[in-house]
């Protein structure tokens, strides 16, 4: 997995270095290549230079670059244990069987088959929905731009091959409803994808645990995120020239982007502090499991919020929704937090170590760690300080990508824990919490 996305993101920054994918004489220096591969391939979105200001091959690799890196871990894994003369260990099963719910096939050869077909069915829908308002606005090869931001959108990367994202299209509903649609498609996850395709097919009575969990949890927090972004910000902030559907709109739109998908209708840096803190919080939420997304993903959150509320019974187990969450569940979730906060942690101190100078001259501190939280997530969002950092602060937000993207995601995997019968143990110690 590791060697996977280390040689896309080698492979896009050699390809990126070249002077064809840049207008000028000459070429960008290779930490920009770098910067601009791995936030590609992790699908996040931030950029030190504009997307636009490629040439048309060195956008068309930044396409592929994501799309590589977009399909997934999971759509990965299952592709290399179906080469010819590989056998499925018990190990990588139990792997399909945990990122694959009971109730839905982890046969190896129909998830790539159903992850390929479905991916390449939903971009080609979202270039013919998006390619005629691109024309109608005469957009320069509307085309090109319409397969670029279909890809993009599905793979949550939130790279655009417009100068200000789409900030030009903040009112045009025939742009941002089909964006918005594919970002939702992208981020709930190829489990839930074909859960809801059996149930269609085979009419099964009802979606699994799972499923219900992750729709349930999305619409929720697109909904409150909506309703939140829209009471901070409506009175004298960003959507203060909007009307009240407008507002509301733009609202839906900014409650739905930082959920890993990164475009944004209206520039963060005017957002309030208010509305940018609610957006650190919803990059690191992130998506659902098994989806391009990032972030600790919604169940986790669904888990971790459980077990505080409700409580858990004798055995660590979590009842809700009929269902009994086993304590093991429960530990994965916090344990996950915990990491999460970790690399979000660490990458805030380096950050603010390498960029001391932004702070002297006056940057503030919440600017970084947005930043920080933006690279954790794969979101892709800014306030505009990406392009000021200090190659060592590049390489800080290049790494916490890497972290956000691959790190996570393998730590969250189920190792095969070798188990024996235990004879002699540790005295029981006692620690006050609280």
């Keep these: 997995m590791f060697t996977y996305f280390l040689l896309i993101i080698g492979i896009g920054s050699a390809l990126l270095s070249l002077p064809q994918a840049w207008?000028?004489?000459?070429s960008i220096r290779y930490i920009d290549a770098l910067f601009t591969a791995t936030s590609a391939a992790c699908v996040t979105g931030l950029i030190t230079v504009n997307t636009a200001d490629f040439t048309r091959?060195?956008?068309?690799?930044?396409?592929?670059?994501?799309?590589?890196?977009?399909?997934?871990?999971?759509a990965f894994s299952t592709v290399y244990l179906i080469i010819p003369a590989t056998r499925m260990s018990l190990r990588s099963s139990s792997i399909i069987r945990e990122y694959y719910v009971d109730q839905v096939d982890f046969d190896p050869r129909r998830i790539v088959r159903s992850i390929l077909v479905f991916t390449l069915v939903i971009q080609a829908l979202g270039v013919a929905l998006l390619v005629v308002p691109f024309v109608r606005a005469s957009v320069e090869a509307p085309l090109f731009a319409a397969l670029?931001?279909?890809?993009?959108?599905?793979?949550?990367?939130?790279?655009?091959?417009?100068?200000?994202?789409?900030?030009?299209?903040?009112?045009?509903?025939?742009?941002?409803?089909?964006?918005?649609?594919?970002?939702?498609?992208?981020?709930?996850?190829?489990?839930?994808?074909?859960?809801?395709?059996?149930?269609?097919?085979?009419?099964?009575?009802?979606?699994?645990?799972?499923t219900r969990v992750v729709l349930t949890a999305t619409a929720t927090?697109?909904?409150?995120?909506?309703?939140?972004?829209?009471?901070?910000?409506?009175?004298?902030?960003?959507?203060?020239?909007?009307?009240?559907?407008?507002?509301?709109?733009?609202?839906?739109?900014?409650?739905?982007?930082?959920?890993?998908?990164?475009?944004?209708?209206?520039?963060?840096?005017?957002?309030?502090?208010?509305?940018?803190?609610?957006?650190?919080?919803?990059?690191?939420?992130?998506?659902?499991?098994?989806?391009?997304?990032?972030?600790?993903?919604?169940?986790?959150?669904?888990?971790?919020l459980a077990a505080a509320v409700i409580g858990t019974d004798e055995n660590g187990d979590i009842r809700f929704w009929k269902r009994r969450i086993p304590a093991r569940v429960v530990a994965k979730a916090h344990g996950l937090l915990v990491k999460a906060l970790l690399i979000?942690?660490?990458?805030?101190?380096?950050?603010?170590?390498?960029?001391?100078?932004?702070?002297?001259?006056?940057?503030?501190?919440?600017v970084l760690l947005f930043e920080a939280f933006s690279a954790f997530g794969t979101v892709g969002l800014s306030l505009g300080v990406t392009d000021a950092l200090s190659d060592a602060g590049k390489l800080v937000i290049v790494f916490t990508m890497f972290a956000g993207r691959v790190g996570l995601i393998s730590l969250a995997m189920p190792r095969r824990k070798v188990r024996g019968e235990r004879l002699i143990g540790y005295p029981t110690g006692e620690i006050m919490i609280g």
């Design 344 to 366: 979000v942690a660490i990458s805030s101190l380096l950050l603010a170590v390498a960029e001391y100078r932004l702070i002297r001259e006056g940057t503030p501190v919440l």
């Design 57 to 74: 091959f060195g956008q068309t690799v930044i396409m592929l670059v994501i799309q590589a890196g977009g399909l997934g871990i999971i």
């Design 221 to 304: 927090l697109i909904v409150v995120g909506t309703l939140l972004f829209w009471t901070i910000e409506r009175g004298s902030g960003v959507f203060a020239g909007m009307t009240g559907p407008q507002s509301l709109f733009a609202a839906l739109f900014q409650s739905i982007t930082p959920r890993t998908a990164g475009f944004n209708t209206v520039p963060q840096d005017t957002l309030s502090p208010v509305a940018q803190l609610l957006t650190m919080t919803f990059m690191f939420t992130g998506g659902a499991p098994g989806s391009v997304a990032g972030g600790i993903k919604v169940t986790t959150v669904l888990i971790i």
């Design 23 to 26: 207008p000028e004489p000459g």
């Design 148 to 210: 670029f931001h279909s890809i993009s959108a599905f793979c949550n990367a939130g790279f655009s091959t417009f100068p200000n994202s789409l900030e030009d299209f903040v009112l045009d509903h025939r742009v941002t409803v089909p964006i918005m649609l594919l970002i939702v498609v992208g981020g709930i996850g190829f489990v839930v994808i074909q859960d809801l395709s059996n149930k269609l097919t085979t009419h099964r009575r009802r979606l699994s645990l799972h």
